[in-house]
């Protein structure tokens, strides 16, 4: 069974940054779809973007609209971990973060595509 921890979460000013980190145990995630969701007050949890193993160590990366050209993922197999690296940050980012993974060979865009979820961390982008 594996469990995700998401770090790094916490309060900036618009136009700051902020990593995300997701740390997997019980299991080993390389081959995993590993993707980042988010959920703001009163809203329903939305995919961020989502990394997918085309064939050895060579991923790819989707993102939503939102946050394409702002937010990167990138992975370290050998810690088993995954980041989100998010620039630009606007008040309008401001939600709990969510790493999840499934075993899936395509990434899915909705929260039930996934098996694995972290409890989530705070990201506050102020104004």
């Known amino acids: 069974q594996v469990q995700l921890v998401e770090s790094g979460g916490g309060l900036v000013q618009a136009g700051g940054s902020l990593s995300l980190s997701c740390a997997a145990s019980?299991?080993?995630?390389?081959?995993?779809?590993v993707a980042w969701f988010r959920q703001a007050p009163g809203m329903e949890r939305e995919f961020v973007g989502a990394s997918t193993r085309i064939g050895g160590n060579v991923y790819s990366t989707n993102y939503a609209d939102s946050v394409k050209g702002r937010f990167s993922i990138s992975r370290n197999n050998a810690k088993n971990m995954v980041y989100l690296e998010m620039n630009s940050l606007k008040v309008e980012d401001t939600a709990v973060y969510y790493c999840a993974a499934d075993p899936a060979s395509i990434a899915p865009l909705t929260t039930d595509g996934y098996t694995f979820w972290g409890q989530g961390t705070q990201v506050t982008v102020s104004s």
């Open positions: 019980g299991g080993t995630i390389s081959r995993y779809v």
